[in-house]
């Protein structure tokens, strides 16, 4: 198949996860038949510095038109100034609300070959397996900002449509896992919490066959530590999907690791890793790939429909978390460029030994 993505590296180590990803799609096309264009834009803190806007027109009108946007990262204390008007995460912000990329999916497993590294007892790790499912386009990140000298204000609003559409998406999701929905908000305090409840509730209808909870946000951080394999698909608004997910990462031995999807209602999709631009790494080849290309394969999955392919990288990403080699943050001293190499060359073995078995089976030479 032909496909057209847009890729958007950013700041600090978004470049260096960013390559090794691009690099994996790459070697998917080539070893699976496929033609893959690239076209690099600006985002973020890079993008400032070159033409003043963290989201130019032209990387806009370029993730409009594209099958899928991959990015790395956006920020850096560069652009951190507290009283700063112009931000490189604005530019993010402003293209998940362009690309009306509402439900951020942000799966988390525990990798038997890293479950030492989790400051959690092995055996609560033992079959962790969540999807979290994070409103993206609303809330407090989206709503009015004030701002005087002793005085500061960021309204969260969420509206009826804005909370349905992410639930479903969850509970479609449930359907094809385990049939659990965790939602999780703050209902006892928040009124937006106390709609997205209600809502939730309806929507449940829906759904017999799914069984369904409800959370409050600041027990649920504590249950995510101390039982984190109940949970199948847990669903929230945004600032509590982004603090709970950076936790979640701590499970699997570290945030480098954890990719995510974030869709919409047609098929392109914003593949990133969940974590920033780790200005403490950047820069040194070090950073951890994984999370970069395991965001490919939902790529692959969700924007091109291309699911062999998509077992394939995650197969890839299994045997080397699984052998090695490791980066520095789950306990190896390689770095980013030698990982990547090691899926690229787990990724030719992986279609090596399914087309050995597909002639097998048909009995060819
Ligand atoms: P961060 O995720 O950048 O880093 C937190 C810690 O995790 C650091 O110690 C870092 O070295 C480590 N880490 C992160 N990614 C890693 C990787 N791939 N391999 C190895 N270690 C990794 O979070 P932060 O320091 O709070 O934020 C730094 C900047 O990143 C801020 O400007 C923030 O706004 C931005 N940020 C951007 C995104 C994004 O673009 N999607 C996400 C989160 C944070
Ligand atoms: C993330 C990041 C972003 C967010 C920032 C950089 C705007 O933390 O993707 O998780 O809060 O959504
Ligand atoms: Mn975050």
Known sequence: MKAHIVTLPGDG??????????????????????????????????????????LPAASLAACQSADAVLLGAVGGPKW???????????????????????ANLRPLQVHPALADLSPLKNEKLQNVDVLFVRELTGGAYFGAKTRSADTATDECKYTVAEIERVVRRAFELACGRRHH????????????????????????????????EHQLVDSMAMLLLTQPNRYDVVVTENLFGDILTDEAAALAGSLGLLPSASLGDGKAGLYEPIHGSAPDIAGQGVANPVGAILSTALLLRHSLGLEVEAVAVETAVDQVLRHGPHTRDIGGSAGTAAVCDAVLAAIEQHADSASTFLCGARACG
């Open 181 to 212: 929905v965790t939602s999780v908000d703050k209902a006892n305090v928040l009124e937006t919490s106390r709609l997205w409840r209600s809502t939730v509730q309806r929507i449940a209808a829906d759904y017999p066959d799914i069984k369904v």
């Open 80 to 102: 951190s100034d507290p009283n700063a008007s112009v931000r490189p995460e604005q530019g993010l912000l402003a293209l998940r609300a362009a690309l009306g990329v509402y």
């Open 13 to 54: 180590v978004g470049p260096e996860v960013t390559a090794a990803a691009v690099a994996v799609l790459k070697a998917v096309a080539a070893r699976y038949e496929h033609v893959f264009t690239f076209d690099e834009q600006l985002i973020g803190g890079a993008a400032i510095d070159a033409t003043g806007a963290p």
